[in-house]
């Protein structure tokens, strides 16, 4: 594959077979394909997250597993166990679903706050522990979880430090009426994903994660990063800002966009279209602002309107490199 843009343009154009109308949101699952990053859908039921999901395993020639969330899985369900055999007379370790190279977290906020924690190390460290062994996760690891922000009864809702390791959050919506009546039409005989191929290695997927990170940030651009990132830390209207982490993710997720429309280098608009997908999932909102029915979401939109727009030359031609 010559260029970056040329892979993403050959899995978006394959998951648009199975999910219709929502290039956008596919974009973001793209994205946080190049980075290397997790992604976290959330949205009503029955919109297509978790046909997204399988929709983006089937399309990469990687191990797929899918986990279930419930709320009475153990953590041990999730990381692997180790059992005593009795013939060979020691403990071996029977893997559990996280470790894989695609992995579906179903349902994420249905578990205990006790069994999502078992993903925490897997999600940054790309390693699990049990029993004092750590086993190092397969490249590419990416988990796509899904939750449903409607269905409180029987849900634990995810800790800042979970939500945190996501990269990106993104939600589906509604299909338009044309969008809809093409979906009744392409599932009146079988479903499409049926049908979906593999259409990238292994190797290309580590190959352009790895050239994403050749695409040129000026420091103008780090600097605007950063700006946006502290302003969620000194809102009124938020009582918990953004991290570091969340610059990183600011940083890398412009670089995965720029890639994907053919640039070697980021600009103020890839920041401006990824803040609220970055960053409203990391702040918490004041009880204030929560009784005045702001979201977390809008409350990026107005930083991002109201934090000036660096100016200049954002491309740096000694440095600049071909995108392959």
Same mark, same amino acid.
Request: charged content about 25%; aromatic content about 4%; hydrophobic content about 40%.
């Given at each position: 594959?010559?260029?970056?843009?040329?892979?993403?343009?050959?899995?978006?154009?394959?998951?648009?077979?199975?999910?219709?109308?929502?290039?956008?949101?596919?974009?973001?699952?793209?994205?946080?394909?190049?980075?290397?990053?997790?992604?976290?859908?959330?949205?009503?039921?029955?919109?297509?997250?978790?046909?997204?999901?399988?929709?983006?395993?089937?399309?990469?020639?990687?191990?797929?597993?899918?986990?279930?969330?419930?709320?009475?899985? =153990?953590? %041990?369900? #999730?990381?692997?166990?180790?059992?005593? &055999?009795?013939?060979? &007379?020691?403990?071996?370790?029977?893997?559990?679903?996280?470790?894989?190279?695609?992995?579906?977290?179903?349902?994420? &906020?249905?578990?205990?706050? $006790?069994?999502?924690? !078992? @993903?925490?190390?897997?999600?940054?460290?790309?390693?699990?522990?049990?029993?004092?062994?750590?086993?190092?996760? /397969?490249?590419?690891?990416?988990?796509?979880?899904?939750?449903?922000?409607?269905? *409180?009864?029987?849900?634990?809702? @995810? /800790?800042?430090?979970?939500?945190?390791?996501?990269?990106?959050?993104?939600?589906?919506?509604?299909?338009?009426?044309?969008?809809?009546?093409?979906?009744?039409?392409?599932?009146?005989?079988?479903?499409?994903?049926?049908?979906?191929?593999?259409?990238?290695?292994? $190797?290309?997927?580590?190959?352009?994660?790895?050239?994403?990170?050749? +695409?040129? +940030? !000026? /420091? #103008?651009?780090?600097? *605007?990063?950063?700006?946006?990132?502290?302003?969620?830390?000194?809102?009124?209207? #938020? *009582? =918990?800002?953004? %991290?570091?982490?969340?610059?990183?993710?600011?940083?890398?997720?412009?670089?995965?966009?720029?890639? =994907?429309?053919?640039?070697?280098? #980021?600009?103020?608009?890839?920041?401006?279209?990824?803040?609220?997908?970055?960053?409203?999932?990391?702040? +918490?909102?004041?009880?204030?602002?929560?009784?005045?029915?702001?979201?977390?979401?809008?409350?990026?939109?107005?930083?991002?309107? %109201?934090?000036?727009?660096?100016?200049?030359?954002?491309?740096?031609?000694?440095?600049?490199?071909?995108?392959?």
């Amino acid at each position: 594959m010559s260029t970056i843009q040329e892979f993403g343009e050959k899995v978006i154009e394959n998951l648009e077979k199975v999910i219709i109308g929502k290039r956008q949101s596919i974009e973001l699952i793209v994205i946080g394909l190049l980075c290397q990053g997790h992604v976290l859908i959330e949205d009503v039921p029955g919109v297509g997250k978790t046909m997204l999901a399988r929709s983006l395993a089937r399309s990469l020639d990687c191990d797929f597993n899918r986990i279930q969330f419930t709320p009475d899985m =153990l953590p %041990s369900d #999730v990381t692997g166990v180790s059992i005593y &055999n009795q013939k060979k &007379n020691e403990f071996e370790f029977r893997p559990g679903p996280i470790i894989g190279q695609i992995i579906l977290a179903d349902e994420i &906020n249905r578990a205990t706050p $006790k069994t999502q924690a !078992s @993903l925490l190390e897997a999600m940054e460290e790309r390693q699990v522990t049990v029993d004092g062994v750590t086993h190092i996760l /397969p490249k590419p690891f990416m988990v796509l979880a899904t939750q449903n922000p409607i269905e *409180y009864e029987g849900t634990f809702p @995810l /800790p800042e430090a979970q939500l945190d390791r996501f990269l990106l959050r993104l939600r589906l919506g509604y299909p338009s009426t044309a969008d809809e009546i093409r979906v009744l039409d392409d599932q009146q005989l079988r479903h499409p994903l049926e049908t979906l191929k593999p259409i990238v290695k292994v $190797k290309e997927i580590l190959q352009a994660a790895s050239d994403v990170r050749e +695409i040129y +940030i !000026s /420091p #103008v651009i780090k600097r *605007y990063i950063v700006e946006l990132t502290t302003r969620t830390r000194q809102s009124a209207d #938020v *009582y =918990l800002g953004a %991290s570091p982490r969340g610059s990183l993710a600011l940083a890398r997720s412009g670089q995965a966009r720029a890639a =994907l429309l053919g640039r070697d280098h #980021v600009l103020p608009d890839d920041i401006q279209a990824l803040a609220g997908a970055v960053l409203a999932h990391r702040i +918490i909102v004041s009880p204030a602002a929560r009784l005045r029915d702001l979201s977390s979401d809008r409350i990026v939109h107005e930083i991002v309107i %109201s934090t000036p727009v660096p100016g200049g030359e954002f491309s740096s031609e000694p440095v600049r490199k071909k995108i392959k």
